[in-house]
Protein backbone atom coordinates (compact mmCIF):
# COMPACT_ATOMS: atom_id res chain seq x y z
CA UNK A 1 0.00 0.00 0.00
CA UNK A 2 1.51 3.60 -0.67
CA UNK A 3 -0.14 6.60 -0.23
CA UNK A 4 -1.07 9.46 -2.81
CA UNK A 5 -0.56 12.80 -0.91
CA UNK A 6 -2.05 14.81 -3.73
CA UNK A 7 -5.41 13.64 -3.49
CA UNK A 8 -5.17 12.11 0.10
CA UNK A 9 -6.55 8.74 -0.72
CA UNK A 10 -4.33 5.54 -0.38
CA UNK A 11 -4.11 3.21 -3.23
CA UNK A 12 -3.16 -0.68 -3.85
CA UNK A 13 -0.75 -1.67 -6.50
CA UNK A 14 -1.27 -5.37 -6.26
CA UNK A 15 -4.17 -5.28 -8.13
CA UNK A 16 -4.48 -4.27 -11.82
CA UNK A 17 -6.36 -1.03 -12.40
CA UNK A 18 -7.21 -2.56 -15.96
CA UNK A 19 -8.76 -5.52 -14.65
CA UNK A 20 -12.13 -4.48 -13.88
CA UNK A 21 -15.63 -3.39 -15.63
CA UNK A 22 -15.93 -0.36 -13.63
CA UNK A 23 -12.76 1.11 -14.94
CA UNK A 24 -14.08 0.14 -18.49
CA UNK A 25 -17.48 0.99 -18.22
CA UNK A 26 -17.60 3.40 -15.34
CA UNK A 27 -20.83 1.30 -13.83
CA UNK A 28 -21.70 -0.46 -10.25
CA UNK A 29 -20.99 -3.53 -12.85
CA UNK A 30 -19.89 -7.06 -12.08
CA UNK A 31 -16.08 -6.95 -11.38
CA UNK A 32 -13.19 -9.14 -12.71
CA UNK A 33 -11.87 -8.71 -9.22
CA UNK A 34 -11.74 -5.80 -6.87
CA UNK A 35 -9.32 -2.91 -7.73
CA UNK A 36 -8.91 -2.44 -3.63
CA UNK A 37 -7.87 -5.10 -1.07
CA UNK A 38 -9.88 -4.88 2.03
CA UNK A 39 -9.44 -4.73 5.51
CA UNK A 40 -7.26 -7.99 6.80
CA UNK A 41 -7.17 -9.05 2.93
CA UNK A 42 -3.98 -10.74 1.92
CA UNK A 43 -2.63 -9.66 -1.25
CA UNK A 44 -2.71 -13.35 -3.66
CA UNK A 45 1.32 -12.71 -4.85
CA UNK A 46 1.78 -12.85 -0.79
CA UNK A 47 -0.41 -16.45 0.02
CA UNK A 48 1.93 -18.89 1.22
CA UNK A 49 0.93 -22.49 -0.78
CA UNK A 50 2.90 -25.39 0.97
CA UNK A 51 5.61 -26.80 -1.64
CA UNK A 52 5.64 -30.40 0.55
CA UNK A 53 2.11 -31.11 -0.16
CA UNK A 54 1.18 -33.73 -2.25
CA UNK A 55 -2.75 -32.78 -2.28
CA UNK A 56 -4.34 -31.30 -5.63
CA UNK A 57 -5.68 -28.00 -4.02
CA UNK A 58 -2.28 -26.32 -3.76
CA UNK A 59 -1.00 -27.46 -6.81
CA UNK A 60 -4.10 -25.64 -8.54
CA UNK A 61 -3.98 -23.13 -6.67
CA UNK A 62 -0.24 -22.45 -7.03
CA UNK A 63 -1.33 -22.50 -10.79
CA UNK A 64 -3.75 -19.53 -9.80
CA UNK A 65 -1.50 -17.90 -8.10
CA UNK A 66 1.39 -17.96 -10.94
CA UNK A 67 -1.36 -16.69 -13.57
CA UNK A 68 -2.20 -14.01 -11.45
CA UNK A 69 0.97 -12.79 -10.55
CA UNK A 70 2.16 -12.31 -13.95
CA UNK A 71 1.04 -8.99 -15.76
CA UNK A 72 1.12 -9.93 -18.66
CA UNK A 73 -1.10 -13.31 -18.07
CA UNK A 74 -3.40 -11.47 -15.69
CA UNK A 75 -3.85 -9.30 -18.50
CA UNK A 76 -4.85 -11.74 -20.77
CA UNK A 77 -7.05 -13.28 -18.60
CA UNK A 78 -8.88 -10.84 -17.52
CA UNK A 79 -9.29 -9.40 -21.08
CA UNK A 80 -11.12 -12.90 -21.90
CA UNK A 81 -12.81 -12.24 -18.58
CA UNK A 82 -14.40 -9.68 -19.95
CA UNK A 83 -16.75 -11.22 -22.54
CA UNK A 84 -18.54 -12.71 -20.12
CA UNK A 85 -20.35 -9.71 -18.76
CA UNK A 86 -23.93 -9.82 -20.58
CA UNK A 87 -24.40 -7.30 -23.28
CA UNK A 88 -27.95 -6.98 -21.84
CA UNK A 89 -27.14 -5.67 -18.16
CA UNK A 90 -26.95 -2.13 -17.42
CA UNK A 91 -23.85 -1.41 -16.00
CA UNK A 92 -25.05 1.89 -14.05
CA UNK A 93 -28.03 0.26 -12.21
CA UNK A 94 -28.52 -3.05 -10.09
CA UNK A 95 -26.37 -4.96 -7.98
CA UNK A 96 -22.91 -6.09 -8.81
CA UNK A 97 -22.49 -10.06 -8.99
CA UNK A 98 -19.62 -12.30 -7.82
CA UNK A 99 -16.56 -11.38 -9.40
CA UNK A 100 -14.81 -13.35 -12.37
CA UNK A 101 -11.70 -14.17 -10.70
CA UNK A 102 -13.47 -15.74 -7.55
CA UNK A 103 -15.98 -17.72 -10.30
CA UNK A 104 -12.73 -19.12 -12.37
CA UNK A 105 -11.38 -20.49 -8.93
CA UNK A 106 -14.42 -21.90 -7.68
CA UNK A 107 -15.53 -23.27 -11.46
CA UNK A 108 -11.54 -25.31 -11.46
CA UNK A 109 -11.65 -26.24 -7.95
CA UNK A 110 -14.82 -28.32 -8.15
CA UNK A 111 -13.31 -29.57 -11.82
CA UNK A 112 -10.04 -30.71 -10.37
CA UNK A 113 -11.14 -31.91 -6.87
CA UNK A 114 -14.38 -34.07 -8.93
CA UNK A 115 -16.41 -32.81 -6.54
CA UNK A 116 -19.77 -31.74 -6.25
CA UNK A 117 -21.69 -28.51 -5.43
CA UNK A 118 -21.93 -29.60 -1.34
CA UNK A 119 -18.01 -30.03 -0.59
CA UNK A 120 -17.58 -26.78 -3.02
CA UNK A 121 -19.48 -24.76 -0.70
CA UNK A 122 -17.46 -26.59 2.20
CA UNK A 123 -14.32 -25.89 0.57
CA UNK A 124 -15.16 -21.87 -0.36
CA UNK A 125 -16.59 -21.59 3.21
CA UNK A 126 -14.08 -23.04 5.57
CA UNK A 127 -10.66 -23.89 3.87
CA UNK A 128 -7.79 -21.19 4.62
CA UNK A 129 -5.90 -20.92 1.82
CA UNK A 130 -9.06 -20.83 -0.79
CA UNK A 131 -10.62 -18.10 1.36
CA UNK A 132 -7.31 -16.00 0.90
CA UNK A 133 -7.15 -17.12 -2.93
CA UNK A 134 -10.90 -15.89 -3.42
CA UNK A 135 -9.80 -12.29 -1.40
CA UNK A 136 -11.16 -12.79 2.18
CA UNK A 137 -9.59 -11.82 4.86
CA UNK A 138 -9.97 -11.82 8.89
CA UNK A 139 -12.69 -9.17 8.29
CA UNK A 140 -15.04 -10.78 6.54
CA UNK A 141 -14.88 -14.16 7.78
CA UNK A 142 -18.69 -14.66 8.48
CA UNK A 143 -18.88 -13.94 4.36
CA UNK A 144 -20.10 -17.24 3.16
CA UNK A 145 -21.32 -18.34 -0.24
CA UNK A 146 -24.90 -20.39 -0.43
CA UNK A 147 -25.34 -23.41 -2.56
CA UNK A 148 -27.25 -21.83 -5.15
CA UNK A 149 -25.07 -18.95 -5.81
CA UNK A 150 -22.50 -21.29 -6.43
CA UNK A 151 -24.22 -22.95 -8.93
CA UNK A 152 -25.88 -19.87 -10.69
CA UNK A 153 -22.34 -18.18 -10.96
CA UNK A 154 -19.69 -21.21 -12.28
CA UNK A 155 -22.94 -22.36 -14.55
CA UNK A 156 -21.75 -18.62 -15.96
CA UNK A 157 -18.91 -19.82 -18.36
CA UNK A 158 -18.82 -20.91 -21.80
CA UNK A 159 -17.04 -23.30 -23.50
CA UNK A 160 -15.86 -20.83 -26.41
CA UNK A 161 -14.60 -18.33 -23.23
CA UNK A 162 -12.78 -21.42 -21.25
CA UNK A 163 -11.20 -22.65 -24.41
CA UNK A 164 -9.37 -19.16 -24.80
CA UNK A 165 -8.37 -19.17 -21.09
CA UNK A 166 -6.85 -22.22 -22.03
CA UNK A 167 -4.81 -21.14 -24.26
CA UNK A 168 -3.17 -18.45 -22.37
CA UNK A 169 -2.29 -21.07 -19.59
CA UNK A 170 -1.11 -23.62 -21.74
CA UNK A 171 1.28 -20.84 -24.13
CA UNK A 172 1.98 -20.29 -20.04
CA UNK A 173 2.93 -23.43 -19.44
CA UNK A 174 5.17 -24.40 -22.80
CA UNK A 175 6.75 -20.90 -21.89
CA UNK A 176 7.33 -22.93 -18.24
CA UNK A 177 9.10 -25.96 -19.77
CA UNK A 178 11.09 -24.32 -22.39
CA UNK A 179 9.15 -26.23 -25.51
CA UNK A 180 9.44 -23.98 -28.80
CA UNK A 181 8.47 -26.91 -30.71
CA UNK A 182 5.01 -28.97 -29.97
CA UNK A 183 5.32 -32.88 -30.68
CA UNK A 184 1.62 -33.52 -29.72
CA UNK A 185 -0.65 -37.04 -29.18
CA UNK A 186 -3.94 -37.49 -30.16
CA UNK A 187 -6.39 -40.06 -28.65
CA UNK A 188 -10.75 -40.24 -27.97
CA UNK A 189 -12.49 -41.49 -25.20
CA UNK A 190 -16.03 -41.73 -23.16
CA UNK A 191 -17.01 -39.11 -20.67
CA UNK A 192 -19.94 -40.72 -19.59
CA UNK A 193 -23.46 -38.64 -18.62
CA UNK A 194 -25.35 -38.83 -15.49
CA UNK A 195 -28.06 -41.44 -16.92
CA UNK A 196 -29.48 -44.99 -15.45
CA UNK A 197 -29.16 -47.89 -17.72
CA UNK A 198 -31.61 -47.61 -20.45
CA UNK A 199 -34.51 -49.68 -21.08
CA UNK A 200 -37.80 -49.21 -23.05
CA UNK A 201 -40.09 -49.67 -19.76
CA UNK A 202 -37.62 -47.77 -17.68
CA UNK A 203 -37.88 -44.87 -20.49
CA UNK A 204 -41.30 -44.79 -20.21
CA UNK A 205 -41.62 -45.06 -16.86
CA UNK A 206 -39.52 -41.82 -16.65
CA UNK A 207 -41.32 -39.78 -19.05
CA UNK A 208 -44.84 -40.87 -17.59
CA UNK A 209 -43.62 -39.89 -13.92
CA UNK A 210 -42.33 -36.47 -15.70
CA UNK A 211 -45.78 -36.05 -17.53
CA UNK A 212 -47.81 -36.68 -14.07
CA UNK A 213 -45.95 -34.54 -12.41
CA UNK A 214 -45.81 -31.80 -14.59
CA UNK A 215 -49.51 -31.72 -15.72
CA UNK A 216 -50.57 -31.47 -12.21
CA UNK A 217 -48.14 -28.71 -11.54
CA UNK A 218 -50.18 -27.12 -14.78
CA UNK A 219 -54.04 -28.49 -13.56
CA UNK A 220 -53.03 -26.61 -10.23
CA UNK A 221 -52.03 -23.22 -11.74
CA UNK A 222 -54.95 -23.08 -14.18
CA UNK A 223 -57.04 -24.30 -10.71
CA UNK A 224 -58.49 -27.24 -12.95
CA UNK A 225 -59.45 -30.65 -11.35
CA UNK A 226 -58.84 -33.82 -11.98
CA UNK A 227 -54.71 -34.22 -10.97
CA UNK A 228 -55.21 -34.44 -7.01
CA UNK A 229 -54.03 -37.96 -6.33
CA UNK A 230 -50.90 -37.23 -8.87
CA UNK A 231 -49.11 -39.28 -6.69
CA UNK A 232 -51.02 -42.23 -6.64
CA UNK A 233 -51.43 -42.24 -10.00
CA UNK A 234 -47.63 -42.39 -10.13
CA UNK A 235 -47.13 -45.14 -8.36
CA UNK A 236 -49.51 -47.29 -10.47
CA UNK A 237 -47.40 -46.44 -13.50
CA UNK A 238 -44.70 -48.07 -11.08
CA UNK A 239 -46.38 -51.06 -10.18
CA UNK A 240 -47.17 -51.97 -13.60
CA UNK A 241 -43.54 -50.84 -14.84
CA UNK A 242 -42.20 -52.90 -11.76
CA UNK A 243 -44.48 -56.07 -12.56
CA UNK A 244 -43.20 -56.14 -15.96
CA UNK A 245 -39.30 -56.34 -15.29
CA UNK A 246 -39.77 -58.50 -12.23
CA UNK A 247 -41.26 -61.06 -14.95
CA UNK A 248 -38.56 -60.92 -17.40
CA UNK A 249 -36.02 -62.18 -14.21
CA UNK A 250 -37.56 -65.69 -14.39
CA UNK A 251 -34.90 -68.44 -15.39
CA UNK A 252 -37.01 -71.25 -15.88
CA UNK A 253 -35.63 -73.61 -19.09
CA UNK A 254 -38.89 -75.63 -19.69
CA UNK A 255 -40.66 -75.15 -22.69
CA UNK A 256 -44.08 -75.01 -20.97
CA UNK A 257 -42.85 -72.87 -18.22
CA UNK A 258 -41.43 -70.69 -20.97
CA UNK A 259 -44.54 -69.89 -23.25
CA UNK A 260 -46.86 -69.54 -20.04
CA UNK A 261 -44.50 -67.03 -18.61
CA UNK A 262 -43.95 -65.18 -22.22
CA UNK A 263 -47.98 -64.89 -21.72
CA UNK A 264 -47.19 -63.55 -18.36
CA UNK A 265 -45.00 -61.27 -19.71
CA UNK A 266 -46.90 -59.68 -23.09
CA UNK A 267 -49.56 -59.42 -20.56
CA UNK A 268 -47.71 -57.20 -18.12
CA UNK A 269 -46.39 -55.10 -21.02
CA UNK A 270 -50.24 -54.45 -22.54
CA UNK A 271 -51.77 -53.34 -18.95
CA UNK A 272 -49.03 -51.42 -18.77
CA UNK A 273 -49.26 -49.86 -22.01
CA UNK A 274 -53.06 -49.33 -21.22
CA UNK A 275 -52.17 -47.64 -18.15
CA UNK A 276 -49.93 -45.10 -19.72
CA UNK A 277 -52.11 -44.41 -22.92
CA UNK A 278 -55.26 -43.65 -19.94
CA UNK A 279 -52.90 -40.97 -18.31
CA UNK A 280 -51.63 -39.62 -22.02
CA UNK A 281 -55.39 -39.22 -22.86
CA UNK A 282 -55.67 -37.47 -19.63
CA UNK A 283 -53.19 -35.15 -19.66
CA UNK A 284 -53.85 -34.03 -23.33
CA UNK A 285 -57.37 -33.28 -22.11
CA UNK A 286 -55.95 -30.81 -19.47
CA UNK A 287 -53.95 -29.28 -22.26
CA UNK A 288 -56.77 -28.98 -24.44
CA UNK A 289 -58.38 -25.79 -22.16
CA UNK A 290 -56.67 -23.29 -24.08
CA UNK A 291 -55.51 -19.82 -21.73
CA UNK A 292 -55.93 -16.61 -23.19
CA UNK A 293 -53.05 -14.44 -22.69
CA UNK A 294 -50.80 -17.29 -20.55
CA UNK A 295 -47.71 -15.97 -19.35
CA UNK A 296 -44.49 -17.41 -20.38
CA UNK A 297 -44.07 -19.61 -17.52
CA UNK A 298 -47.03 -21.38 -18.40
CA UNK A 299 -46.16 -21.66 -22.03
CA UNK A 300 -43.47 -23.28 -21.54
CA UNK A 301 -44.44 -25.91 -19.09
CA UNK A 302 -47.44 -26.98 -21.75
CA UNK A 303 -44.07 -27.28 -24.27
CA UNK A 304 -42.33 -29.34 -21.76
CA UNK A 305 -45.34 -31.63 -21.26
CA UNK A 306 -45.96 -32.29 -25.00
CA UNK A 307 -42.49 -33.59 -25.12
CA UNK A 308 -42.72 -35.79 -22.15
CA UNK A 309 -46.16 -36.85 -23.91
CA UNK A 310 -44.25 -37.37 -27.62
CA UNK A 311 -41.49 -39.05 -25.79
CA UNK A 312 -44.30 -41.73 -23.81
CA UNK A 313 -45.86 -42.45 -27.42
CA UNK A 314 -42.15 -43.29 -29.04
CA UNK A 315 -41.72 -45.94 -25.98
CA UNK A 316 -44.74 -47.54 -26.14
CA UNK A 317 -44.62 -47.89 -30.01
CA UNK A 318 -41.26 -49.37 -29.10
CA UNK A 319 -42.69 -52.02 -26.57
CA UNK A 320 -45.24 -52.85 -29.23
CA UNK A 321 -42.87 -53.67 -31.25
CA UNK A 322 -40.95 -55.58 -29.40
CA UNK A 323 -42.60 -57.40 -27.00
CA UNK A 324 -45.93 -57.68 -28.41
CA UNK A 325 -44.69 -58.19 -32.44
CA UNK A 326 -41.76 -59.68 -31.24
CA UNK A 327 -39.48 -57.36 -34.13
CA UNK A 328 -36.12 -55.59 -32.93
CA UNK A 329 -35.81 -52.10 -32.98
CA UNK A 330 -33.03 -50.08 -35.48
CA UNK A 331 -30.68 -49.12 -32.87
CA UNK A 332 -30.62 -45.46 -34.26
CA UNK A 333 -34.26 -45.02 -33.29
CA UNK A 334 -33.31 -45.67 -29.92
CA UNK A 335 -32.71 -42.88 -27.32
CA UNK A 336 -30.66 -43.65 -24.18
CA UNK A 337 -31.95 -41.30 -21.76
CA UNK A 338 -34.70 -39.50 -21.52
CA UNK A 339 -33.09 -35.90 -19.85
CA UNK A 340 -29.87 -36.49 -21.59
CA UNK A 341 -31.30 -37.11 -25.22
CA UNK A 342 -27.85 -36.12 -26.24
CA UNK A 343 -26.35 -39.32 -24.34
CA UNK A 344 -24.90 -42.30 -26.76
CA UNK A 345 -24.50 -45.84 -26.57
CA UNK A 346 -21.07 -46.69 -27.25
CA UNK A 347 -18.79 -49.63 -27.39
CA UNK A 348 -15.48 -49.40 -27.52
CA UNK A 349 -14.15 -52.96 -27.31
CA UNK A 350 -12.57 -52.56 -23.80
CA UNK A 351 -12.37 -55.66 -21.51
CA UNK A 352 -14.70 -55.42 -18.77
CA UNK A 353 -16.42 -52.56 -20.24
CA UNK A 354 -18.99 -53.96 -22.33
CA UNK A 355 -20.81 -50.54 -23.00
CA UNK A 356 -20.81 -46.93 -22.11
CA UNK A 357 -23.39 -44.29 -21.47
CA UNK A 358 -21.88 -41.01 -22.65
CA UNK A 359 -20.01 -39.22 -25.36
CA UNK A 360 -16.71 -39.36 -27.06
CA UNK A 361 -14.17 -36.54 -26.46
CA UNK A 362 -10.99 -36.49 -28.11
CA UNK A 363 -8.04 -34.67 -27.24
CA UNK A 364 -4.78 -33.28 -28.02
CA UNK A 365 -1.80 -33.19 -25.64
CA UNK A 366 1.59 -31.90 -26.48
CA UNK A 367 4.24 -34.01 -24.57
CA UNK A 368 5.09 -31.47 -22.12
CA UNK A 369 1.78 -32.80 -20.90
CA UNK A 370 -0.57 -30.06 -21.43
CA UNK A 371 -4.16 -30.39 -23.06
CA UNK A 372 -3.82 -28.51 -26.46
CA UNK A 373 -7.52 -28.68 -27.58
CA UNK A 374 -10.28 -31.02 -27.14
CA UNK A 375 -13.54 -31.62 -28.77
CA UNK A 376 -16.89 -33.39 -27.91
CA UNK A 377 -17.69 -35.63 -30.83
CA UNK A 378 -21.60 -36.03 -31.43
CA UNK A 379 -22.79 -38.90 -33.67
CA UNK A 380 -18.97 -38.99 -34.66
CA UNK A 381 -16.25 -41.48 -34.26
CA UNK A 382 -12.33 -40.67 -34.67
CA UNK A 383 -11.58 -41.19 -38.21
CA UNK A 384 -14.44 -38.23 -39.02
CA UNK A 385 -12.66 -35.16 -36.80
CA UNK A 386 -8.76 -35.67 -37.12
CA UNK A 387 -8.19 -33.18 -39.77
CA UNK A 388 -10.78 -30.94 -38.39
CA UNK A 389 -9.02 -31.20 -34.84
CA UNK A 390 -5.25 -31.08 -35.61
CA UNK A 391 -6.27 -27.78 -38.11
CA UNK A 392 -7.73 -26.01 -35.50
CA UNK A 393 -5.31 -26.87 -33.03
CA UNK A 394 -2.71 -25.59 -34.96
CA UNK A 395 -4.86 -22.06 -35.78
CA UNK A 396 -4.21 -21.96 -31.52
CA UNK A 397 -0.73 -23.26 -31.41
CA UNK A 398 1.27 -22.61 -34.36
CA UNK A 399 4.70 -23.92 -33.41
CA UNK A 400 2.92 -27.38 -33.41
CA UNK A 401 4.93 -29.48 -35.82
CA UNK A 402 3.93 -33.39 -35.40
CA UNK A 403 1.48 -35.61 -34.27
CA UNK A 404 0.60 -39.27 -33.23
CA UNK A 405 -2.42 -40.99 -33.57
CA UNK A 406 -3.71 -44.82 -33.18
CA UNK A 407 -5.06 -46.91 -36.02
CA UNK A 408 -9.01 -45.85 -35.15
CA UNK A 409 -7.76 -42.06 -36.65
CA UNK A 410 -6.94 -43.64 -40.00
CA UNK A 411 -8.32 -43.21 -43.39
CA UNK A 412 -6.47 -42.81 -46.48
CA UNK A 413 -7.74 -39.34 -46.64
CA UNK A 414 -6.56 -38.83 -43.07
CA UNK A 415 -3.67 -39.88 -44.14
CA UNK A 416 -2.82 -37.63 -47.03
CA UNK A 417 -4.13 -34.24 -45.64
CA UNK A 418 -2.49 -35.08 -41.97
CA UNK A 419 0.82 -35.54 -44.03
CA UNK A 420 0.31 -32.05 -45.24
CA UNK A 421 -0.59 -30.35 -42.30
CA UNK A 422 2.22 -31.82 -40.33
CA UNK A 423 6.05 -32.47 -41.09
CA UNK A 424 5.86 -35.58 -38.64
CA UNK A 425 2.71 -37.57 -39.02
CA UNK A 426 2.49 -40.97 -36.75
CA UNK A 427 -0.72 -42.78 -38.11
CA UNK A 428 -0.66 -46.49 -38.46
CA UNK A 429 -2.61 -48.09 -41.07
CA UNK A 430 -5.40 -50.54 -40.25
CA UNK A 431 -5.30 -53.67 -41.68
CA UNK A 432 -3.01 -54.87 -44.52
CA UNK A 433 0.07 -52.58 -45.50
CA UNK A 434 2.01 -52.49 -49.23
CA UNK A 435 5.77 -51.78 -49.37
CA UNK A 436 5.62 -48.31 -49.00
CA UNK A 437 3.94 -48.12 -45.71
CA UNK A 438 5.65 -50.34 -44.11
CA UNK A 439 9.15 -48.76 -44.96
CA UNK A 440 7.32 -45.85 -43.27
CA UNK A 441 6.06 -47.79 -40.53
CA UNK A 442 9.76 -49.56 -39.57
CA UNK A 443 11.36 -45.88 -39.90
CA UNK A 444 13.13 -45.59 -36.35
CA UNK A 445 11.26 -41.90 -35.92
CA UNK A 446 8.27 -43.30 -36.41
CA UNK A 447 8.53 -46.60 -34.33
CA UNK A 448 10.12 -44.04 -31.42
CA UNK A 449 6.90 -41.57 -31.62
CA UNK A 450 4.25 -45.05 -31.84
CA UNK A 451 5.98 -46.05 -28.68
CA UNK A 452 5.50 -42.94 -27.12
CA UNK A 453 2.35 -42.47 -28.34
CA UNK A 454 0.56 -44.45 -25.27
CA UNK A 455 1.60 -41.55 -22.90
CA UNK A 456 -1.61 -40.27 -23.55
CA UNK A 457 -3.41 -42.97 -21.64
CA UNK A 458 -1.85 -40.86 -18.48
CA UNK A 459 -3.16 -37.76 -19.30
CA UNK A 460 -6.63 -39.19 -20.33
CA UNK A 461 -6.83 -40.90 -16.86
CA UNK A 462 -5.53 -37.55 -15.32
CA UNK A 463 -9.04 -35.84 -17.06
CA UNK A 464 -11.10 -38.83 -15.34
CA UNK A 465 -9.60 -38.72 -11.84
CA UNK A 466 -9.95 -34.85 -12.39
CA UNK A 467 -13.65 -34.81 -13.06
CA UNK A 468 -14.03 -36.47 -16.59
CA UNK A 469 -15.77 -39.84 -15.78
CA UNK A 470 -18.73 -38.71 -15.29
CA UNK A 471 -20.95 -35.45 -16.55
CA UNK A 472 -23.16 -34.38 -13.23
CA UNK A 473 -24.14 -31.41 -15.74
CA UNK A 474 -27.36 -31.29 -17.80
CA UNK A 475 -27.85 -30.80 -21.15
CA UNK A 476 -25.60 -30.93 -24.35
CA UNK A 477 -24.63 -27.02 -23.40
CA UNK A 478 -23.92 -28.00 -20.03
CA UNK A 479 -21.69 -31.17 -21.04
CA UNK A 480 -19.41 -28.74 -23.49
CA UNK A 481 -18.83 -26.54 -20.85
CA UNK A 482 -18.11 -29.20 -17.84
CA UNK A 483 -15.51 -31.10 -20.40
CA UNK A 484 -13.75 -27.14 -21.30
CA UNK A 485 -14.02 -26.92 -17.32
CA UNK A 486 -12.40 -30.14 -17.05
CA UNK A 487 -9.44 -29.65 -19.20
CA UNK A 488 -8.77 -25.60 -17.99
CA UNK A 489 -8.75 -26.79 -14.74
CA UNK A 490 -6.53 -29.49 -15.45
CA UNK A 491 -4.06 -27.44 -17.38
CA UNK A 492 -3.79 -25.24 -14.29
CA UNK A 493 -2.84 -27.84 -12.14
CA UNK A 494 -0.31 -28.73 -14.32
CA UNK A 495 1.03 -25.51 -14.48
CA UNK A 496 1.20 -25.32 -10.75
CA UNK A 497 2.34 -29.15 -10.32
CA UNK A 498 5.58 -27.77 -12.41
CA UNK A 499 6.04 -24.77 -10.68
CA UNK A 500 5.40 -26.38 -7.14
CA UNK A 501 8.96 -29.43 -7.88
CA UNK A 502 10.64 -26.45 -9.06
CA UNK A 503 10.23 -24.95 -5.29
CA UNK A 504 10.54 -28.01 -3.64
CA UNK A 505 13.71 -28.72 -5.73
CA UNK A 506 15.42 -25.50 -4.68
CA UNK A 507 14.21 -26.30 -1.43
CA UNK A 508 15.95 -29.29 -0.80
CA UNK A 509 18.91 -27.35 -2.46
CA UNK A 510 18.98 -25.14 0.17
CA UNK A 511 18.45 -27.88 3.29
CA UNK A 512 21.46 -29.91 1.70
CA UNK A 513 24.01 -26.89 1.50
CA UNK A 514 22.84 -25.79 4.72
CA UNK A 515 23.73 -29.38 6.35
CA UNK A 516 26.93 -29.32 4.64
CA UNK A 517 27.74 -25.62 6.12
CA UNK A 518 26.25 -26.99 9.59
CA UNK A 519 29.14 -30.52 9.32
Known sequence: MSEDKQKGTLKCY????????????????????PSQLQLGEL?????????????????LLRGLQYLYTDEMLRAEIFEILKALS????????????????????????????????DRLQELVNEHKTIRQMLGHGFSDDEKNYSLQTLKDNVRLFTPEILDEINQVVVNAGLKLKKKDQIMARCDSFVVETHVHYPTDINLLFDAMRKLIQLTERYATQQNMTGWRQYQYNVRQIKQAYRKCQQLKRSSSNKEEKKKERQLLIEKAHQYYISLSE???????????HQIDNAPLNIL?????????????????EQIKTRVLQHQAIPHNEKVFSIFQPH??????????????????????????????NHQVMEKKVDN??????????????????????????????????????????????KGRRN????EREKDPAFKTSKRKHSAVESGINALEIHGLDVCPDHGIAGFKRYVALAVVARNIQKLGSELIKKEYEKIKRQSKYAFLLAA
Not at 300 to 316: A, K, M
Not at 435 to 438: C, F, G, I, Q, V
Open 384 to 429: QIAVELIEDTQSKFKSMSGCSFDKGFHSPANQAELSELLDHLVLPK
Open 300 to 316: TLRLEIEGYIDHSIRQI
Open 343 to 372: TEWINKGKAGVPVELGLRVCIVESSAGFIL
Open 435 to 438: KKET
Open 278 to 288: CFIQKSRLTLS
Open 43 to 59: AIDQIKINPRSRDDIPQ
Open 86 to 117: PSNISTLHGRPGMNWWKILIMGTLRLNLNCDY
Open 14 to 33: NRPQIGTIDSIFGGNMREIT
